[in-house]
């Protein structure tokens, strides 16, 4: 079915939602200013978007002690991979492909920080030594070469209620377990075996 309302040009975009102002526009940087690199040093979590090659995207969240993003200058970031799932697709889609995009937050801020530029990996001892966390070096670092950076607006995250404990819904347990054994076979004793391995598994990641 065609949807006779697609917009497919950048005039049918901006007759809906209009032109950005320069003042909007101004606060788009190709460097870290004194702002963006303290916001970094007190964030606790960022996501990761990448693409291979084709165009296919992944994004990947990254978490740890507030600062543990190191920022070595106002046009590069060092970013901690940890142990996890062993995965890797968007350390994968870097060697690729390395253009990244970074979403910055902290928790009960209502601003984000993006960051946009190329990326590359390396597992540099001194580097790694840098990003120690728990007693535990990096096990490598994405390296960021900042192209574009921004405050983003707080209005998503004031309609979202983000921030405001009581507004948010019940609480959802994502159990690995059932997801697992519904595919492989198991019953519930086996799906709780596994869901407490995992969780034992987050203490002592932590």
Known sequence: MVDPHRITTVAGLRAIIGESSPATEVKIG????EFMRAYIGRSPFLVLSTSDPDGNQDVSPKGDQPGFVAVEDEQTLL???????????????????????LLFMIPGVNETLRVNG???????????????????????????TVEECFFHCAKAFLRANLWKPESWPA????????????????????????????????????
């Open 30 to 33: 190709q460097a870290l200013d």
């Open 79 to 101: 970013i901690p991979d940890r142990k996890g799932n062993k995965l890797v697709f968007g350390l994968q889609n870097i060697l690729a492909q390395p253009r990244v995009s």
């Open 118 to 144: 190329r990326a590359e990996l390396t597992a540099d001892p001194a580097v790694c030594a840098r990003l120690t966390a728990r007693g535990q070096d990096a096990l490598l670092a994405i390296r960021v």
């Open 171 to 206: 609480p959802v347990k994502v159990s690995f377990g059932k997801m697992w054994t519904a595919k492989l076979g198991g019953d519930d004793q086996v799906a709780e075996q596994i869901d407490a391995m995992i969780d034992e598994d987050y203490r002592m990641g932590l």
